[in-house]
Structures are given as C-alpha cells and as structure tokens.
C-alpha cells in the first residue's frame, strides 16, 4: 500500500458552539485532506504521470498503425481521433484510486467503517468524497501530460468543442467508477473478503468499458450490450468526445448513470450499515 494510501483519515473539524460540524464541511474536509495528502508526496504523482504516459503511448501507437493500416480510418476513428481518444480514457482510468473495492473490502473487515460511523456525515457520501480527493490531483497531472502527449504525437484535436465537453466527461466517468467501485465494495458486509471482485470489475471497465479500444470496434452485439452498461459512462465517453465526436447526449448518458449509481450504491451501502448496526 502506498504512503499516500497509509495517511490518517481526515479528522472531523472542531465543533463550534458545541454542535457538530455540517454534513458539507465534513465532505469538504475528506475531499481537501485527501487533496493535501497526495501533493505532499509529489513522488507518487510523478511516478502515475510517467505510467500514464507509459500505457498511453503504448495503446496510442498500436492502435494508430492498426487506423493507418485499415486505410487511415477504423469505424469512424481516424489516426488523430484515436490517440485522443486513448489519451482521454486512460486520463480516466489512470486518475482512480488503485483497488478502492479491496480497501472498502478490508475496511469492512477490520473494523474501521464502525469507527467512522461516529462521523456526523453520511458514511457512504464521506467514502466518495475522500476517493475523489485522492484522485483530484492525479487528474491535473495526466491531463496536463496526456494534452501535451496528444499535441505532439498527434496535433490539434478534430474539434475543440469535442474536447472541451471530454473534460466535465472525464470528472463524471471517475466519479461513476468510484461509486461504482464503493458499491461494490459494500457486498463486504455480507461476504467477508470479496477482494476478487475487484479483477472482474477492472476488466469489465477495460473491454465493456472502452478503455482498450472504441466500442464500435466490438462485434455489434457486444457493442450494444457494452452501451447499454454503466461501465461505457467510465472511459468510452470522455475519449469519443475527446476524439472529436462532438455528442452532447453523451454527457446526458453520463448524469443519467450517475444518478442510477449513486442510488443503488448508497442503497446497499446503507443497508450494509443497518447490518452492522443491528449486531450485539
């Protein structure tokens, strides 16, 4: 586990006139702490811009001698759309938490989510908040890197309005993996290590997800079943807009998961809580 991983939990803020600190200032508090955490360690951010910029120029070479060989367009994607395309979702990918379900499993199981119930805040709202604070800074950092990487071994992106509706794309896609993944992770408080989860979701993301190629790639039946799922909201919508697809629906599609997500994953992660609650 990592030193920023090993960091203490943002404490709550003192209380003022002996009453307990808002809901929004305990969010704000997970959110900056975490924030704070990682620009401590600027080694960490280094280390993921350089894997970043690895894995980036890896998927951006292959699949642009595959364009190029196909005759210089591949479904739609021309040589300069597709390394948009993968410089966006591995921004989105390269940007989360690693194993946020393994650490929300192991929380589970040592004890530390009784411990932070006493926090006057919604448990499962302060886990998102503090996994979003985590990748806040990661986020700059590979968009800073994955722009100039695009520019240079690319040139200027197909369209600007594509790319500028990737950057509110590439927020939301991490903000559904990460509620995505914490939902998941609440399954721990029925079974005890599901640790395992977290290979199967990782893939899903990377496939269905559109992290490895465009899903018009995919034979149509599995395209359609990809975009249909929530794991496409994860990566393929920021790098299609990015790739000068400009479709404002997408980002529709993105808000409408978001909400679908977060329902059904506070839902679980509340009735996870009431388990723990209800035991002697």
């Given at each position: 586990m990592s030193a920023v991983e090993r960091a203490p939990h943002p404490t709550t803020p003192a209380t003022t006139a002996g009453r307990h600190p808002g809901s929004g200032t305990v969010l704000a508090?997970?959110?900056?702490?975490?924030?704070?955490?990682?620009?401590?360690?600027?080694?960490?951010?280094?280390?993921?811009?350089?894997?970043?910029?690895?894995?980036?120029s890896a998927l951006t070479s292959l699949w642009r001698v595959a364009v190029e060989s196909a005759g210089g367009e591949m479904v739609g994607y021309s040589s300069l759309a597709i390394v948009w395309y993968i410089a966006a979702t591995e921004v989105s990918i390269m940007s989360l938490p690693p194993r946020v379900i393994e650490y929300e499993s192991d929380?589970?199981?040592?004890?530390?989510?009784?411990?932070?119930?006493?926090?006057?805040v919604d448990l499962f709202s302060f886990r998102v908040a503090r996994w979003m604070g985590h990748a806040a800074p990661k986020v700059l950092c590979c968009l800073t890197a994955g722009l100039a990487w695009s520019l240079w071994f690319g040139g200027p992106p197909a369209s600007t309005t594509g790319l500028l509706l990737a950057a509110p794309a590439i927020v939301l896609a991490i903000f559904n993996n990460i509620v995505g993944q914490v939902g998941v992770?609440?399954?721990?408080?029925?079974?005890?290590?599901?640790?395992?989860?977290?290979?199967?979701?990782?893939?899903?993301?990377?496939?269905?997800?559109?992290?490895?190629?465009?899903?018009?790639?995919?034979?149509?039946?599995?395209?359609?079943?990809?975009?249909?799922?929530?794991?496409?909201?994860?990566?393929?919508?920021?790098?299609?807009?990015?790739?000068?697809?400009?479709?404002?629906?997408?980002?529709?599609?993105?808000?409408?998961?978001?909400?679908?997500?977060?329902?059904?994953?506070?839902?679980?992660f509340a009735r996870g809580v009431e388990r723990i609650r209800r035991q002697p």
């Amino acid at each position: 586990m990592s030193a920023v991983e090993r960091a203490p939990h943002p404490t709550t803020p003192a209380t003022t006139a002996g009453r307990h600190p808002g809901s929004g200032t305990v969010l704000a508090s997970a959110f900056t702490t975490r924030v704070r955490a990682y620009l401590a360690n600027p080694a960490e951010l280094v280390l993921n811009t350089v894997m970043y910029l690895l894995v980036t120029s890896a998927l951006t070479s292959l699949w642009r001698v595959a364009v190029e060989s196909a005759g210089g367009e591949m479904v739609g994607y021309s040589s300069l759309a597709i390394v948009w395309y993968i410089a966006a979702t591995e921004v989105s990918i390269m940007s989360l938490p690693p194993r946020v379900i393994e650490y929300e499993s192991d929380s589970v199981i040592s004890g530390e989510v009784e411990v932070e119930l006493l926090r006057p805040v919604d448990l499962f709202s302060f886990r998102v908040a503090r996994w979003m604070g985590h990748a806040a800074p990661k986020v700059l950092c590979c968009l800073t890197a994955g722009l100039a990487w695009s520019l240079w071994f690319g040139g200027p992106p197909a369209s600007t309005t594509g790319l500028l509706l990737a950057a509110p794309a590439i927020v939301l896609a991490i903000f559904n993996n990460i509620v995505g993944q914490v939902g998941v992770g609440a399954f721990s408080f029925w079974i005890r290590d599901i640790r395992g989860l977290w290979f199967i979701y990782q893939k899903l993301v990377f496939l269905l997800g559109g992290m490895l190629l465009p899903l018009e790639i995919l034979p149509s039946g599995v395209e359609s079943v990809a975009k249909a799922l929530p794991f496409m909201t994860m990566a393929y919508v920021p790098g299609r807009l990015a790739s000068g697809h400009v479709e404002p629906m997408l980002l529709v599609l993105q808000l409408g998961w978001s909400v679908v997500l977060v329902i059904a994953s506070s839902w679980l992660f509340a009735r996870g809580v009431e388990r723990i609650r209800r035991q002697p």
